[in-house]
Each structure stands twice: as structure tokens, then as C-alpha cells.
């Protein structure tokens, strides 16, 4: 997809990748639609992206109500007319024992991080069909390809979106819509993951699962939409081998990623527990 003139809807573009990706995508000449709960961070994004010389719009917006994503939608329309790319990147992690975990948490997570981007691509679609053109980019992760323990649900959610994405892409093809994912490992700097390091004082990642930048999650990302790439993995080496051993058999990957001592450093990341 040729970028320059077009129009896009970021979610979760208040802070982290989002807001990283946003500014990237403005230097591709994308007008854009920023969407994040936090009224003053979007804002702030906001006059990020226009000092690059594009138009931006920013629509305070709770993905998990949707009222509000018809409203995000609608406020696209009125202001540029259509929309040529959604990337949807909000979401939130879910980690600890999933023994532990309560409703509110594991229903949470699964309906921010799968059912709202489900919800908002629905609303998005149409119009593209209609035209023949349009790109929907699906921000999961790693944690979508693999296992991951200590964070099950959280794991749950990305799998359902790379399967939806995968889907979707197969469904859309013959109507010239593009669909892609984008799975980044360990993100630095900023984000779910960096909070929780400084949260749980908890180290850096070992060796082969080390923290990628939101600046390559976001190049990566735009050279998977420009290129129409099904799927891109944003980390080290030993996260892509992860990937094909779990595909080849999910017991070889456990058993792989245990003896790694990759599993040891999941738990303490995701709970805090070194024992």
C-alpha cells in the first residue's frame, strides 16, 4: 500500500508504540485519526504528527465501548471522508498465575485486546470493500505465536488476533483489502512491558530475547503495511526460531524454551517472583 496522501485511524496513539508509530506514519504523509482514552497525552501526539505537516485529529476514545468506536469512525468521515488504513495497537496485559487471576481481569483483557479490535475493523471495513483499496494492520505480539506462561490470557487475546488476522486477510483478498500483523517481542523504552520492568525491578531480558526500540516496531511496521506482508516478527533471532518450533510442534517449543531458561525470566518478569 502507497502511503503518501493517505487516510489512517491509530489506536492507542497516546503514548508507547502508538505514538511512536503515529509520527512515522505522518512522515509518510498519512493524515491521521489518533484514538486513546488520555485526552491530553493524544493531544500532545497530536501536535507531534501535524508538525510534520499532516492533518491529524484527535478523538478521545474508550475502545471497549461501542458507542465510542462508531463515534472514532464517524469523526473520520466528517473530517477527511474515508479512511485508507487502520492500524489497531491499543491493548493491555494481563500477567501473574492464571490461577490467581479474577473475572474482572481475563474478560478485560480479552475484550480490549480481541473483541474491540474485532468490533472496530467491522465498522471500518465496508467502505474499503466499496473501494477496492485498504489496509487494516493488527498490532499482537510475540506472545501470539508462543506460549507464554504467567501471562495466559494476555497470550490468549494475540493468538486470537494473528488467527483473525490471518483469517480476515483470506477473506479480503478478492476485494483488494489488505491485512497484516505485526508481532514485536520485548519493547523498550516505553510501554506495557518497561512499566513493569521498573514496577517489579525486575532485569533486563537474557540474551536472544532482547528488547526491541518502539522506533523498529514502528519502521517494521510501516515496511509490512507498504509491502503487504501477512506477518512480521519485531525481535532477536531466537524469537523467530521460537515461532517455527512451536509451529512444527507446541511440546518441542515448551520443552525448547524451558531448557533456554526463557521461562525462568518470564515468570519473574511477568509476577515479580524469583524463586
Not at 14 to 26: D, M, Y
Not at 186 to 209: H, I, N, Q, T
Request: aromatic residues 4%; charged residues 25%.
Amino acid at each position: 500500500m502507497k502511503l503518501e496522501g493517505t487516510v489512517g485511524i491509530v489506536t492507542g496513539a497516546s503514548r508507547g508504540i502508538g505514538a511512536v508509530l503515529a509520527e512515522h506514519l505522518a512522515r509518510k504523509g498519512v493524515d491521521l485519526v489518533l484514538a486513546a482514552r488520555s485526552k491530553d497525552d493524544l493531544e500532545q501526539t497530536a501536535e507531534i504528527v501535524r508538525a510534520r505537516g499532516v492533518r491529524a485529529i484527535a478523538v478521545p476514545t474508550d475502545i471497549g465501548d461501542p458507542g465510542q468506536l462508531q463515534a472514532l469512525v464517524d469523526a473520520a468521515s466528517t473530517e477527511f471522508g474515508r479512511v485508507d488504513l487502520l492500524v489497531n495497537n491499543a491493548g493491555l496485559e494481563c500477567a501473574g498465575y492464571s490461577d490467581r487471576l479474577d473475572l474482572d481481569q481475563i474478560e478485560r483483557t480479552i475484550h480490549t485486546n480481541l473483541t474491540s479490535l474485532i468490533c472496530l475493523t467491522r465498522l471500518v471495513i465496508p467502505q474499503m470493500i466499496e473501494r477496492g483499496s485498504g489496509h487494516v494492520c493488527n498490532i499482537a505480539s510475540v506472545a501470539g505465536k508462543v506460549a507464554r506462561p504467567y501471562s495466559t490470557v494476555y497470550a490468549a487475546s494475540k493468538h486470537g488476533v494473528v488467527g483473525y488476522s490471518w483469517s480476515l486477510r483470506a477473506e479480503l483478498e478478492r476485494h483488494g483489502v489488505e491485512v497484516s500483523v505485526v508481532c514485536p517481542g520485548y519493547v523498550s523504552e516505553v510501554g506495557m512491558f518497561a512499566d513493569r520492568m521498573e514496577k517489579l525491578d525486575v532485569p533486563p531480558p537474557p540474551r536472544g530475547l532482547d528488547a526491541v526500540s518502539p522506533t523498529r516496531v514502528a519502521e517494521e511496521t510501516i515496511e509490512t503495511i507498504e509491502g503487504n506482508r501477512p506477518e512480521t516478527i519485531v525481535g532477536p533471532l531466537m524469537m523467530r526460531i521460537a515461532d517455527i518450533a512451536f509451529a512444527i510442534s507446541p511440546q518441542f517449543g515448551i520443552n525448547a524454551a524451558r531448557r533456554s531458561g526463557s521461562y525462568a525470566y518470564v515468570k519473574e518478569e511477568a509476577t515479580g517472583d524469583r524463586s
